[in-house]
Every structure is written in C-alpha cells, then in structure tokens.
C-alpha cells in the first residue's frame, strides 16, 4: 500500500482575469518508507497539493488516498497516524512554544512528556518559554517541526521544512529526516530547493504547471538522455573558437562556462566521437571530463528550461 | 466523545491563556475594588436640615368652616421652616446587589462580544487554525467546541466577577451599611440573577465568535453586530417592522442580562419576559453558529 496517492487531482481557483489552474491532472504515489522529495517551481502545485491531502482546501476533481484512508472524507481515521507541516508554522503569538504544543497534545490527548521530547529534537528547549510572536523564521520552523513530531506520525508531510534554516540547522533538519525515514516512516518533503533534495531524498516526483512530469528514483532521473562532456583545449580564444566551430559542424551543442572552458552535451555512448572531431580538425584536447548531472539539470531539462553551465 | 472532551480541555485553557481575557478580568476586579471601596466609604446614615419659608394666608370662612364662595386670602405673611431630612445612603446587600448585578451584566455583554469575536479572529490572524486542523480535522466538531469554550469560559468569568462584587457588598454591608433580609429566597432569586447574566454574556460571546468564523475578523464581526442593532432599529421603526427591533440580538441579550419586564398579554412583547428574552437569544446564539460552522466545514483554511 502506498503512504499517499494521488489521481487525477484538479484543482481551480477563481481569480480577477478568470479561472486559474493550480492543479491539473496531478498524479503521484508516494510508497511507504523513506524521504519523498516533492519538486517544484514556486506556483507548480505543490503546496496546493499537500493543502488538499491534510483537508484544508478541496479540489474540484480527482481522488486522493493516505495511508489506504480516502481523502477528505475518511481523514479524520487516519489523522493521528500523520504530521503535517503546510507553508509557514502558524501558532499563537501570545503563547509561547511549550504553550502551543502543550495545548496541540491535550486536543488530542498526547502525553505531555511528548512536548518536551519534541522540542529537545528540534533544538528548541531552551526557548520553549518565549512567545512565538518573538521566534525567528527558523526558530518558527523548527516549532513547526516539533508540532508534526508530537502525534509520532507514520507519514510526515513536511512543505518546505528547511525555510529560514541556517547552514547547520538544515544540516540538523536533514539529519533529523533521515533519521525519521530510518525508523520506518514516510517522510514526504516539498522543496524548491533541488541541491537539498537530492541529498535528502530517495524518490521524488517533479511538478510543473499542476502536473507531475517525472517520477521515480533520484538516480533514475538523474539518469537523464543528455549528459555533459567539459572539454579543455589549450591555447588562446582562437583554437577554443576553432575547436567550438568543429564541434558544431559535427553536430554537437556547445556553451562556454564562466571560465571559457567549452561544455559539449553528448549521449555518454557518443563522447569518444568528440575526440575523433576535434584530432580531425587538427585540435587535440588536453581534457575531456563527464560533469556531474544533478537534480537541478534533471529539472531545468524537465520543465524545459536551459541548465546553467556549473 | 472522549475527543470532544479534550478538545473542548483545550480550548478552555486558551481561552483563560488569553491576554485579553485576562486583563479584561483583573479590570473587573480592579474597577469591582474601586466601586465597592468609594461605595463603602460614602455608606452612611445621615441627616440634613433644610431651611426654607412659606407663604401663609388667612381665609375668610362661613359658619360651616367652609372657605366662604368670594373670599379673598388676607394677612398674608412670609414665615421662615426648617425641616430635618434623613438620607439613608448605608450599604444594604439585600436591595443594592440585585440592582448592581443587572447594571454590570449589561456592561459584561458589550465585553463579551468583543472577547468572544477576538476569540477565534485571532486565530484567522494568526493562521493558528490550519496547524490545529492538523490535529482535529472535524471543523464542525472544531467550531462547536469554540462556541462551547466561549460561552463556558465567559460565564464563568462573569459569575465569578459577580461574585467577588458580592463577597465585596457583603463586607461593606456588614461593615458600615445594613445586612437583613439574607434568607433562602433572596440567595435563590440572586443565584438566578447570577444564571441569567452567565448566560446573556455566554450566548454575547458564542453569537460574536458565530459571526466571526464567517467573517474572519475581530472588527468586522463587532461593525456588523452595531451596524445590525442601528439598522434593525430604523427598520423596526417602520409601520408592521416593530417585531425587527424587539428580536434582534442585541436586545434580546440585554433584556436577558437585565431584569425582565413583564408585559403580558401582549405577544409582540414576549421577547420582554425573561423565557421570551433567553430563548430569543439562544435561537440567534444557536443559529449563527449552525450557519458558521456549514460555511468554515466547506471554506478553504489558510
């Protein structure tokens, strides 16, 4: 059975010019266990996505299952087995941290030692007494977090935890991530930021325009039909203009990168055709390098967008 | 129903969190102390002379005694009187507390509107309610347990400020003013009085807190609430409209925290007997929150 899945999901707004499609078709299957990376543009879908799962919007067609539970009507079964954190933490200003988790637990009758676990996790124990309203992003995020933490959910649906994180308290979230995907349980991550989500995540599915346009393994897409080849040539900018126009009249695309280095995309079964072009041309190369293909380049490529020469 | 429970567990203990909800209280308390302190000292039996005169005239009478028909007063003099006047201003809690409870009680339901609006308008504010759908996904369950929290957590604060005045007139009855009278039928009729203020400030509360969920902000639910007492009252005025002004909310809560005055005989004054006046108030009270809660069940929540 998978955590969650979704089919065919739409969703319209009305807005002042007309009709808006956030979402348009939406398929996905989230399997159970590990880090679910769920990839999009701002304004892709995602987020609307994740609101029609935890039941805070309705979409107009299409069906949505959680851990085997249809979604919106038997949400309610299966809402204690499931955290969610959707764009920014909203809590009460006045209250502080403890108070607002404390009176999240009693809704539901938690043991309060769970609030204190929660956020000694999150490294919020020693501000647990501040009122919200005085929190950093950061520090809001991380409450955020703590409050996912304290139903001991099987599913985590998480939008964007990282948001106002510093360098080590994203190192600390993603940590703390895997470790939660360690012990059994679906973590499922909307990012728009891909360098995290490929360090993070096993799967994922990138959104674009209310759709899913790709879906599977990291490494799956990350195997992508293209793959790119930097090629050193020695010399002045007359023989890495030479070199260019060979490699063009054989065919093959060529960009420069910020240090004037050319980058060459080729299939990986045609790169020694590369060298063969260049000796004809009476140009020897002194490198000929595969580049790294990351999940920035699968996504740019998948939404049809020029990646940057890195 | 557990769920219920600890839902509503919750909801009281942020209610009694609430920063407003706790100044509004220690203000009753400081503004109970102040009264009850100037009432106590001014608590006195006094007397007072009062000079003044009068005009005295003979009148011609006949042989019967009788003012005699044409006869005109003569001898009229000017003669100066001093009367001796006695003022009563002593505390009695048997006549004052009954008398303090109606005037306070309409106060308590113009303070009610705005802590129960404010009740869930700051959650709108604050967006507090998506992260707690989260946790309860019923919203209908959601905004009867808020009703149930405004109106349980109002009434008792009100009852208990009430009280405190009482406890205060007691001791400034016993101290320098009159305490009589205290038998089982005055402490039942002043325990009613404390019911029927409980209740016109609860049913204030759940009725703002009803119109906000639908209006989603603190001002817009307190402007409609005064914008529909003047418009009601300017329709009520109109020829065959008079039952518009006598049902709306606002009177009907006020005539249920005041003492009721009867009319009887007269059904378009039903609403004027105390029954009349609650069971106005708890069909507004009930009614908006029905309608509040069919629109938050089908509304998107940010």
């Known amino acids: 059975m998978a955590a969650i899945e979704v089919a065919g999901l739409t969703k319209q707004y009305r807005g002042r010019r007309g009709p808006i499609k956030a979402l348009d078709g939406l398929d996905l299957e989230v399997p159970e266990g590990g880090v679910f990376g769920f990839l999009g543009a701002n304004g892709a879908g995602k987020t609307t996505t994740i609101r029609a799962a935890v039941g805070h ?7 949505i299952r959680m851990l085997g539970a249809s979604i919106p009507d038997r949400l309610p079964s299966v809402i204690d087995r499931v955290g969610a954190l959707v764009e920014q ?15 999240l637990a009693r809704s539901r009758r938690i043991p309060l030692a769970r609030v204190e676990s929660a956020l000694t996790t999150v490294g919020l124990h020693d501000r647990a007494e501040s009122r919200f309203a005085t929190y950093s992003l950061g520090m809001k995020q991380r409450l955020g977090v ?9 599913l985590l649906i998480l939008d964007e935890p990282a948001n106002g994180l510093d360098p080590q308290g994203i190192l600390e979230m993603r940590n703390l991530l895997r470790q939660l995907a360690g012990e059994g349980r ?3 991550v909307s990012s728009h930021i891909l360098s995290e989500i490929q360090q993070l995540c096993d799967r994922v599915a990138i959104v674009a325009h209310g759709r899913t346009i790709a879906s599977g393994t990291v490494s799956e897409l990350l195997q992508g039909t293209v793959s790119r080849y930097r090629v050193a040539v020695p010399g002045a900018e007359a023989e890495h203009g030479a ?7 054989a065919g093959f695309r060529g960009t420069n990168d910020d240090r004037g280095r050319l980058i060459v995309e080729v299939t990986a079964d045609r790169a020694q055709e590369v060298t063969r072009v260049l000796a004809a041309a009476q140009i020897y190369l002194s490198e000929l390098s595969p580049i790294e293909r990351t999940l920035e380049d699968a996504f740019l490529e998948l939404t049809h967008e020029d990646p940057a020469p890195s | 129903m557990s769920g219920v429970g600890a839902l509503l567990g919750a909801e009281l203990r942020r209610f009694f969190s609430r920063r407003v909800v706790r100044g509004a209280f220690a203000f009753g308390i400081a503004l109970t102390t ?13 007397t007072a002379t009062q000079r003044g005169t009068s005009f005295v005239c003979n009148v011609p009478t006949d042989a019967t005694g009788s003012t005699a028909a044409g006869g005109a007063p003569t001898d009229c003099t000017t003669r100066p009187t001093v009367a001796t006047l006695r003022r009563d201003r002593r505390l009695n809690i048997s006549r004052h507390y009954s008398e303090a409870v109606g005037g306070v009680g309409v106060a308590m339901v113009l303070v009610a509107f705005i802590v129960g609006a404010s009740f869930v308008g700051a959650e709108f504010g604050a967006g507090s309610l998506s992260t707690q759908l989260i946790f309860e996904p019923r919203r209908t369950r959601v905004v009867t347990v808020k009703a149930l929290a405004v109106g349980i957590g109002l009434a008792l604060t009100a009852i208990v400020l009430l009280l405190y005045l009482g406890v205060l007139m007691y001791a400034g009855s016993e101290l320098r003013g009159v305490v009589n009278g205290l038998d089982s039928t005055w402490f039942a009729a002043r325990a009613g009085d404390l019911v029927r203020v409980g209740a016109a400030v609860a049913l204030a509360g759940i009725l703002a807190y009803a119109i906000t969920v639908v209006a989603r902000r603190t001002v817009a639910a307190v402007a409609g609430l005064l914008i529909g007492q003047v418009a009601s009252g300017i329709v009520g005025s109109l020829k065959n409209w008079h039952w518009v002004a006598k049902y709306n909310p606002a009177t009907a809560l006020i005539l249920t925290a005041l003492n009721p005055v009867h009319h009887p005989g007269d059904p378009e004054a039903q609403i004027l007997h105390l029954r ?5 108030s708890c069909i507004w009270a009930v009614g908006l929150t029905i309608v509040a809660a069919v629109i938050f069940s089908r509304r998107e929540v940010r």
């Open chain 1, 186 to 188: 679906t973590v499922f």
């Open chain 2, 34 to 46: 102040l009264v009850m302190v100037i009432q106590i000292a001014r608590s006195a039996e006094s």
């Open chain 2, 276 to 280: 009349g006046a609650i069971a106005t």
């Open chain 1, 57 to 63: 919007l309705r979409a107009n067609k299409g069906t």
């Open chain 1, 89 to 103: 933490p909203s809590f009460f200003p006045g209250f502080s941290g403890r108070r607002n988790l404390t009176l």
């Open chain 1, 146 to 154: 703590a409050s996912v933490l304290l139903k001991d959910p099987e």
């Open chain 1, 243 to 249: 070199a260019a126009n060979a490699l063009a009249a």
